[in-house]
């Protein structure tokens, strides 16, 4: 399924309605260049899950655990990795023991990450527009 949302609004809540069909132990992809959406995408839906605090990129740490509604969310960047040895793995993996969990840049994780319930492409259009593909989920959305 592919949107196009005019506004990061707009794309907050199109990640809002992903995140309804999403339980714990998922983990959903969320790839793009530079500035395409991708911690805007993340950030709405972890609104939708209840986390109330900021919600911004963990470029500088591996990633953010928040306690959503009902259910823990993990937000995680790999930019800086390039591949995933098996020690940085058991840094990674308690974010996904137990939670809804979002990779930007997963390519890096590729094979060793868990299989995702969803993968998210995000796409510059015009400005201010972004092309989101959403492929796994509920085609619904
Ligand atoms: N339709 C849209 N959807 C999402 N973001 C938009 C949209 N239109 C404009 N923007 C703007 O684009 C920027 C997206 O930034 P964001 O941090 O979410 O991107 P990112 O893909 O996570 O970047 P990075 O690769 O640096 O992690 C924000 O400033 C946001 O306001
Ligand atoms: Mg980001």
Redesign the pocket.
């Known amino acids: 399924m592919e949107s ?9 809540a199109l990640a809002g309605r992903l995140a309804a069909t999403l339980r714990a132990g998922d983990v959903v992809t ?1 790839s ?12 709405g839906a972890c609104r939708a899950l209840g986390v109330s605090g900021a919600v911004t ?1 963990p ?1 500088y740490t591996i990633g953010h655990r928040y306690h959503g509604d009902g259910v823990d969310v993990a937000h995680l ?1 790999l ?1 800086r990795f390039q591949g995933v040895s098996a020690a940085e793995w058991g840094d990674l993996e308690p974010y996904f023991d137990e939670t809804i969990a979002f990779v ?2 997963p390519e890096a994780g590729e094979g060793v990450l868990p299989a995702p319930r969803a993968v998210v492409r ?1 796409r510059h ?1 015009d ?4 092309l ?1 593909s959403i492929h796994g989920a509920d085609t619904r959305l």
Do not use: H, M, N, Q
Not at 127 to 130: A, C, L, Q
């Open positions: 196009e949302t005019s506004s990061p609004e707009e794309t907050e969320v793009g260049e530079l500035g395409s959406g991708k911690t805007t995408f993340v950030r990129s470029t960047d930019y930007e840049w995000l259009a400005e201010g527009r972004r989101i």
